[in-house]
């Protein structure tokens, strides 16, 4: 049993506005989120709401709401209303004279206070600076508005109200951009960010009070550009993201793909480049082996942790600023290949442990087109003529097979490592040749981030542009790139439902698939099973799921083991 609130009037008062601004599908129920969250948690008892505003996501605007609230709870029940802590101490320290020092309890049985308390200065960011231009870029959607920005499309709102760029530093010296005010505006609770893998911002409820009083001091032919308080989102914004409410599945709803516009990209803007993820080494003892061998044979490569893949190919631009010009971050686009590379062993190895599935799921999420699987032969420490090596073997040939004809990779086997080296080496030249040449026979064109809401719309957009032009690759940036096919990133019911399918041994990619398309959720899952008696149970999944292909089955040994993990027992 958990421990009860410590504050349970705040509590239940905060949770009021809670389910309030999420019937509403208000951006403000992220906020009161948190602060749920911090008072639940917290073990301190509050006398007075003011002293709950040392609570991570409780602004002294929610504060004043609280005050309220207790003030009508005490006249209604006839009890006294607690003194603020925050005012009782300045009435001790006007009291003050010379050395002497006033008790508390001296205080209180004077009449009056000898100084009135200090109110706390509203936050005013300066002129023209990051911290300004972000209030004004979020205040262009309008406080009635459920919409949020993400970063490119709140820095390509913001610039025009700052003097300093919010991606290239005015310092070459530093890395500092107008967009380091984002992370003191967080902190001050005036704007908060959610979302994954497109994180995205919106302004707080005490955001919108600054920034409205920076509207006022605009001039008027630059006020009438903003939304008038509850008309809503302006004419023509291509922001049509609503901000998700806490309760949803996934990110929000994807985007139409037709308002995705990809960008032309000069061949002679860039060279290839490879990128090799920084676990990539010959042995714990020689871990710069492959990264020196790239460099001595010629080939412009980078060491970097990879979200996924273990190497992939980028257009890295000559100059590092063309990217910002379109609001995008980096100087990186990418290509459309992607190599795993397992050696024998850790093919096994990852046969056995389920990473084998779970690896060919995120790269067939991830969008990319060319997925190279390379297999590097190694000696496995068994006897060739053992039944156990047999068994192995028919494993690596099965596994093979299953992702040429299944999943449609290309695997590329390779003698050993120095055998590796030189088959990136090549593909490294003939990248360079398909993209920069003077005839070049591919072209490339970035996804702009701003016009994406999500992976599914990211995916929805590739399918869409591929299908009209089979000779140039579509892209985006490699930092957008690392959010979407990131471990953590924010999946859908259906993929979680895969995944969870997954877990059972014996249930493949294939197989799950299947069973999703016959329940589409857990729940329908769940409730099937409870329908039938125990005997049924074991049979149901077996007996739903048949294909002319055998590899999507399901047999009545593996439907058994799948009820004994999701029914319960009668």
């Not at 001296?106 to 009056?112: K, N, Q, S």
């Not at 088959?423 to 005839?439: A, C, D």
Request: aromatic letters at 8%.
């Amino acid at each position: 049993m958990s421990d009860p609130c410590a504050n349970p009037l705040l509590l239940g008062w905060i949770k009021e506005m809670l389910d309030e601004a999420r019937e509403r599908n208000s951006k403000g129920a992220i906020v009161y989120k948190k602060a749920y969250e911090s008072m639940k948690a917290c073990p301190l008892v509050f006398h007075h709401p003011s002293a709950a505003q040392q609570l991570n996501g409780v602004g002294p605007k929610l504060c004043e709401r609280l005050t309220e609230k207790l003030q009508a709870y005490c006249e209604e029940n006839g009890l006294p209303m607690p003194e603020d802590p925050k005012r009782k101490k300045t009435q001790v320290e006007g009291n003050q004279s010379g050395n002497k020092r006033l008790s508390e309890d001296d205080v209180d049985d004077r009449p009056t206070a000898a100084k009135k308390a200090r109110k706390p200065k509203p936050y005013v960011p300066a002129l023209r600076s990051g911290a300004y231009a972000l209030l004004l870029g979020l205040a262009t959607l309008g406080e009635s508005s459920s919409q949020s920005l993400t970063k490119a499309q709140l820095i390509e709102k913001a610039q025009p109200f700052c003097d300093s760029s919010f991606t290239t530093p005015d310092d070459p010296k530093k890395f500092f951009t107008a967009w380091n005010a984002m992370k003191t505006l967080i902190q001050k609770d005036l704007i908060y960010d959610h979302g994954h893998p497109l994180k995205k911002y919106a302004l707080t409820e005490d955001g919108w009070e600054v920034a409205n009083r920076m509207i006022k001091t605009l001039p008027e032919s630059v006020q009438s550009t903003f939304p008038k308080p509850n008309a809503g989102p302006q004419a023509g914004s291509n922001c049509s993201d609503p901000s998700p409410n806490p309760t949803s599945d996934t990110v929000g709803p994807s985007i139409d793909t037709t308002e995705v516009t990809p960008i032309p990209i000069p061949r002679d803007s860039f060279t290839v480049q490879l990128v090799l993820d920084t676990r990539e080494v010959r042995s714990s003892k020689d871990r710069d082996y492959i990264s020196n061998e790239l460099y001595r044979k010629g080939v412009p490569h980078d060491v970097r942790a990879l979200e996924l893949g273990d190497v992939m190919w980028v257009a890295k631009f000559h100059d590092a600023r063309f990217l910002a010009q379109h609001g995008e971050e980096g100087d990186e686009i990418m290509l459309d290949y992607i190599v795993e590379r397992k050696r024998l062993d850790d093919l096994l190895g990852s046969i056995k442990d389920g990473r084998f599935h779970e690896q060919k799921f995120r790269l067939q999420r991830s969008g990319m087109k060319n997925v190279v699987y390379l297999v590097e032969e190694s000696a496995i420490a068994h006897d060739p003529a053992s039944a156990s090596a047999q068994r192995y073997q028919d494993m690596v040939i099965s596994a093979i097979a299953s992702t040429q004809v299944v999943n449609g990779y290309f695997v590329k086997k390779t003698k050993n490592i120095d055998d590796t080296i030189r088959y990136l080496s090549r593909m490294t030249f003939l990248f360079n040749r398909m993209y920069t040449s003077e005839s070049p026979s591919r072209s490339l064109s970035l996804i702009p981030s701003r016009q994406l809401s999500s992976a599914q719309s990211y995916l929805d957009a590739l399918d869409r542009l591929r299908a009209e032009s089979t000779s140039t690759t579509f892209s985006v940036t490699f930092p957008t790139f690392s959010a979407l096919s990131s471990k953590s990133e924010v999946l859908t019911l259906r993929d979680v439902f895969l995944k969870m399918l997954m877990c059972t041994k014996g249930v493949t990619g294939e197989k799950a698939l299947e069973i999703q398309r016959r329940w589409q959720t857990p729940q329908a899952f769940f409730q099937a099973f409870e329908t039938l008696d125990p005997k049924n149970r074991e049979t149901m999944v077996s007996e739903h799921v048949k294909s002319v292909v055998v590899r999507k089955s399901v047999g009545k040994a593996l439907s058994k083991k799948i009820a004994e993990v999701w029914a319960e027992e009668g």
